[in-house]
């Protein structure tokens, strides 16, 4: 699946310089999410089933910081997007779940360590 979302990827990448280039930034956004917590969630599941403590505790910390800056910035494309169709209303609940999601990274982080 990694190597599918990477090839959306770059397709994605090859629509510029439209009006709708916004949106193709938020749909790379989105498969690099998908693309990082695909990997993720073979690799763990794979360390632990085979109990590399290694991976767990060392390796896994830097691909969460990645998956945490990508969902950042899928957040602040999203908010771009949502404040120029919608103002602000509803962006709160949004915002709360994008709050979530990286709570729930670190809760992670601190779970492995």
Known sequence: MVKIYEEVIEKLKTFNGTEYDYLYDYSVA???VLKTKTFLLKAVRGAYESGDRDFLTNELD???DILSEQYA?????????????CKS??????LSRYAFILAR?????????
């Open 105 to 113: 990274i670190e809760y992670v982080r601190d779970m492995v360590k």
């Open 89 to 94: 209303f509803g962006w709160d609940a949004m």
């Open 62 to 64: 830097s691909h969460l």
């Open 30 to 32: 989105i498969f690099n």
């Open 73 to 85: 910035i899928l957040r602040d494309i999203h908010s771009a997007i949502w404040h120029q169709t």
